[in-house]
Nanobody, 117 residues
């Protein structure tokens, strides 16, 4: 059974940091590109970070470049999102996604990040 379980969200003040984790099971994690998405209230889901299966390629959405870092540990079947200098506009539900083609597209349940004074 495929599972993606996000954790690490919470309430943080502007300028603070959080590290999200996404633990994967039920598929060959090392074969999949991994992605972090977020959806703020009233907005569509947006892709914010991608990491290749081996971890050597990373991409970021412009608004998080320089503040967020995606990483993975294939030995632990886990992908991370280090978020620094958080802003109120980063408030959203954050989801991890594993994708290796249209038939291999898995989602976690999400973890809420709230940035507020």
């Amino acid at each position: 059974q495929v599972r993606l379980v996000e954790s690490g969200g919470g309430l943080v003040q502007p300028g603070g940091s959080l590290r999200l984790s996404c633990a994967a099971s039920g598929f060959t994690f090392a074969n999949y590109f991994m992605h972090w998405y977020r959806r703020a209230a009233g907005n569509e889901r947006e892709l914010i970070a991608t990491i290749s299966s081996g971890g050597n390629m990373k991409k970021y959405e412009d608004s998080v470049k320089g503040r967020f870092t995606i990483s993975r540990d294939n030995a632990k079947n886990t992908v991370y999102l280090q978020m620094n200098n958080l802003k109120p506009e980063d408030t959203a539900m954050y989801y991890c996604n594993a994708r290796a083609g249209p038939e291999y597209d898995y989602w976690g349940q999400g973890t809420q990040v709230t940035v507020s004074p």
